[in-house]
């Protein structure tokens, strides 16, 4: 029987109009261009300011794009997974509303939250569907308004983080192309170092609360910063080995966007020179579950059919991996 692989078909983007550059952060907390680019790589970052969007907003406008990009009828979309970590609403389903919004009305939905590696993940869970036969096509879409979680006083977050959202169409694949190997890992003693508190069931809100630093993203960074570096790197490594891959096997890394030296040091590792590394982060800054969607939808019209491409992302929890795909078109 003619094994069947998950295989990325279409691809699209959004991003909101309103840019916050390092030069207006510099008004608003002690900080300085050169400080967040030398340490970051990211130079400004979008921003959804209109009152009463959320992330599916942004993930609609996505899967629009694809949607009117690669001409699919939505109806035939079978399942729809808005990973994201900063849902619409605390309880009713982002990625059901974004399904009924764009016609996909013969699909379920739902959303995935892996902080960070949501899109990661995500890749894992629509390949399992997919290569069991179960389902054909799979819209999966990585949004995060993380400037809803955001406290613009605190230097150490409000500098990293970006608004986005990105859309790729998962399809059946019998020529071998699409995703052929995965190694993904958490750790939970981590997830102190890179949180939301309030809010969730062990913190929740309480009448007559209100917000304090608790209730944003908090982040200690180095310790986040140091095991992003060994662990992405780690997994970027056993991918390849697993899989027998050289560093000239492969055409493109394709790495979370949170810290430009964290990709950096990922490339090193494996061997990679910057002109196979993917890299916007320095128009974006850390849009979470946008990242690796983003760089496909920025880099496609340099994509051949047949590339090998190594994602690997970290992120809270700790929550981190990598996946091996082969481009389809
Ligand atoms: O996507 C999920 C995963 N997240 C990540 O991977 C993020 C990982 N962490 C990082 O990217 C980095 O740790 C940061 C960008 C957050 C911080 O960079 P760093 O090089 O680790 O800086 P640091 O926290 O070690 O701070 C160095 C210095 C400190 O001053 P002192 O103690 O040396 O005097 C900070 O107070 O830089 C200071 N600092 C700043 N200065 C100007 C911290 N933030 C800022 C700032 N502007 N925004």
């Not at 030398?38 to 629009?64: C, D």
């Not at 699919?72 to 605390?90: G, S, Y």
């Not at 389903?93 to 949501?118: E, P």
């Not at 790729?168 to 993904?184: H, M, P, R, S, W």
Request: some cysteine; charged content about 25%.
């Amino acid at each position: 029987m003619t094994k069947i692989t998950a295989a990325i078909t279409a691809v699209g983007k959004y991003l909101p109009d309103y840019v916050l550059s390092n030069k207006v952060l510099e008004t608003m907390v002690d900080t300085n261009d050169e400080w967040i680019v030398t340490r970051t790589g990211i130079s400004e970052r979008r921003i959804l300011k209109e009152e009463g969007k959320g992330t599916s907003f942004m993930a609609i406008k996505a899967s629009e794009d694809l949607i009117q990009k690669s001409q699919i009828d939505p109806k035939e979309i079978d399942l729809v997974v808005v990973c994201t970590a900063t849902p619409d609403m605390q309880a009713a389903s982002t990625a059901a509303f974004v399904a009924s919004s764009i016609g996909a009305s013969n699909a379920f939905a739902f959303d995935m939250d892996a902080a960070c590696s949501s899109f990661l993940f995500g890749m894992s869970v629509v390949s399992g569907y997919i290569e069991s036969g179960k389902y054909k096509k799979v819209l999966l879409i990585g949004g995060d308004k993380n400037s809803s979680m955001i406290n613009y006083k605190d230097r150490a977050t409000c500098i990293i983080f970006g608004d986005g959202a990105g859309a790729v169409l998962f399809e059946a694949n019998t020529e071998g192309n699409g995703i052929q190997d995965e190694y993904l890992r958490t750790d939970g003693s981590g997830r102190d170092f890179l949180r939301v508190k309030k809010g969730g069931s062990s913190y929740p809100f309480q009448i007559g609360d209100v917000h304090d630093e608790e209730s944003f993203v908090f982040q200690e960074g180095r310790t986040v910063f140091k095991n992003a570096v060994f662990n992405m790197a780690d997994v970027s490594e056993k991918i390849l080995e697993r899989n027998n891959l050289t560093k000239d096997d492969v055409a493109w890394l394709a790495a979370h966007q949170a810290n430009k030296r964290i990709i950096d040091a990922t490339a090193q590792r494996v061997g990679l020179d910057d002109s196979k590394v993917m890299m916007n982060i320095a128009k974006y800054g850390n849009t979470t579950s946008a990242t690796l969607p983003l760089l496909l939808a920025d880099y496609e019209n340099k994509l051949k059919k047949g590339d090998n491409i190594i994602f690997a992302a970290f992120g809270g929890g700790f929550s981190w991996g990598a996946i091996y795909l082969k481009w389809a078109y």
